[in-house]
Nanobody, 121 residues
Framework: QVQLVESGGGLVQPGGSLKLSCAAS????????MKWYSQAPGKQRELVAT???????NYADSVKGRFTISRDNAMNAVYLQMNSLKPEDTAVYYC???????????????WGRGTQVTVSS
């Protein structure tokens, strides 16, 4: 079974930094695009950042210049470096990846369970 597990969330003061990690495990043949989403209380889940298998990145306007997405293909991992954090960045952050499992050979979307980021003084 393929699993995505996020880590690195926590409580940080405004202006601070956090680095989120997401590791994919299980029987994996290939990992394609990987993404980070956020979901604030009472709001819909929103796309924060995307990185392709070739390293091309894209960001939501609200995080451009503050967040950086990266990946380690050898470790099946994706990261989100979050700088200059604002209270409005408070949300649960979810990892998402397009993966071909070894057993099914069907390209499918997988989600992690999320990690809480709280920005508050």
């Amino acid at each position: 079974q393929v699993q995505l597990v996020e880590s690195g969330g926590g409580l940080v003061q405004p202006g601070g930094s956090l680095k989120l990690s997401c590791a994919a495990s299980g029987s994996i043949s290939s990992i394609y695009t990987m993404k980070w989403y956020s979901q604030a209380p009472g709001k819909q889940r929103e796309l924060v950042a995307t990185i392709t298998s070739g390293g091309i990145t894209n960001y939501a306007d609200s995080v451009k210049g503050r967040f950086t997405i990266s990946r380690d293909n050898a470790m099946n991992a994706v990261y989100l470096q979050m700088n200059s954090l604002k209270p409005e960045d408070t949300a649960v952050y979810y990892c998402n990846a397009l993966i071909t499992p070894t057993d099914t050979r069907i390209v499918s979307t997988f989600w992690g369970r999320g990690t809480q980021v709280t920005v508050s003084s």
